[in-house]
């Protein structure tokens, strides 16, 4: 396993303004985004994530590159593996927000599963 990917966004999306999930066009997308931190995970010890140069990411962006993340692996992975070292402190405001609100909807995922397995369904 190697040491350290360091993945600029800016470079990676080719733009400084982000938003949205995914492309039609096939340009990269926080979808692209978050599938290229999965195809690395299990490559490298650490995946810092560069938001130098970006001037605005919008919620959607957020959600679908890295909060949905906590889908294939749990927080305290995520902690240990994913690291913003250039973020503001807005920006780690709303990361947080985003995974709050993923978290919720992860566990409500699963109680509804759950539920549904003990009616039968």
Known sequence: M?????????KFM?????????????????ESLRQHILDNWDKYERISVSLDSVVQITRPFYDEAFA??????????FNQKVHFPDAQEKIVKELNTA???????????????????????
């Open 2 to 10: 190697e040491n350290e990917l360091i993945v600029s966004v800016y």
């Open 14 to 30: 080719g733009n400084d303004l982000l938003s949205g999930r995914t492309s039609e066009d096939g340009s990269p997308s926080a």
């Open 68 to 77: 949905k993340l906590l889908e294939d692996h749990p927080l305290n992975d």
């Open 99 to 121: 995974f709050k609100i993923r978290l919720k909807i992860i566990q409500s995922k699963r109680d509804k599963d759950k539920e549904n397995d003990e009616l039968g369904l």
